[in-house]
């Protein structure tokens, strides 16, 4: 029998791309001034079912913008963003369903403070998801203990550090079952040795395949759970990459400009 006694060559490793789904976000030609400010540029940009996109570049590049237009806290000028095959409305009933559907994490954790930190899980949930409350909270309960602050349910807002403040804060924005996350510098405003509770939770989140749009400049994290870079400046993809080669070979002048001064 003249079995090959030479093993074939080991298939090629199969791109990480290949482990993405469809289009979930898709953005075309969208533009948005703010008064003479044109601080969204012929924007395309689709996003895949579980791609962890993060976007980075300067202050005032329109980054916080983007992802406000995307979740339809702003308008825009011209242009479509559709979640998941659908054109995101302009208002009405419609559009705070498909709202649902975004999840956002922003860099002030924007919990309610008057609140438990229970119930700013659960509100969401019980106000526009009608979800029954004890099923929420039992969810709430699970998502708590996910991001490590199950034991803090009861507390209020400011009882807990920065970096459990946003812990809850993306456990409140998963308790919707939204479909994209959105985080815009989530952790920019915490202090240096809770940034990687915080980062830890995205990662985990990331390899469960989560689709999620990044702001940030934690290189850390892009290396570890991005499937793609894109760099904005002045309102304009600039460029796109896999992290290992945007921070290694950037193309363009604004791109090495912007890493020389990050790095
Ligand atoms: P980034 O998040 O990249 O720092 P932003 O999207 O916050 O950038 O802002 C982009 C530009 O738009 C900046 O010049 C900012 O000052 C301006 N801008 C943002 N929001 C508003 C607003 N509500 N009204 C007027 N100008 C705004
Ligand atoms: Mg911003």
Do not use: Y
């Amino acid at each position: 029998d003249a079995s090959p006694t030479t093993p074939s060559p080991p298939p090629d490793a199969p791109s990480r791309d290949d482990e993405l789904g469809p289009p979930l976000v898709e953005l075309h030609g969208v533009n948005k001034h703010f008064g003479d400010l044109h601080v969204l540029r012929d924007i395309d940009l689709t996003v895949r079912r579980g791609e962890v996109l993060v976007v980075i570049g300067p202050s005032g590049s329109g980054k916080s913008t983007l992802c406000r237009a995307i979740n339809r806290l702003e308008t825009i000028d011209t242009g479509t963003i559709a979640i998941d095959g659908q054109p995101l409305p302009e208002e009405g009933k419609e559009l705070a369903r498909l709202r649902a559907d975004v999840g956002m994490v922003f860099q002030s954790f924007n919990l309610f403070a008057h609140k438990t930190i229970l119930d700013n899980v659960t509100l969401g949930p019980v106000k526009v998801r009608r979800t029954r409350s004890a099923e929420a909270k039992k969810e709430a309960l699970a998502l708590l203990d996910r991001v490590g602050i199950g034991n803090q349910a009861d507390k209020m807002p400011a009882q807990l550090s920065g970096g459990q403040q946003q812990r809850v804060a993306i456990a409140r924005a998963l308790a919707m079952h939204p479909k994209v996350m959105l985080f815009d510098e989530p952790t920019s405003a915490l202090d240096p040795e809770m940034i990687n509770e915080v980062l830890d939770v995205m990662v985990a989140l990331a390899k469960e395949g989560m689709t999620m749009i990044v702001v940030t400049h934690e290189m850390g994290f892009a290396r570890k759970a991005a499937h793609r870079v894109v760099f904005m400046a002045d309102g304009q993809i600039v460029e796109e990459a896999p992290p290992e080669e945007f921070f290694t070979n950037p193309k363009s002048h604004r791109a090495q400009d912007f890493l020389s001064k990050i790095l």
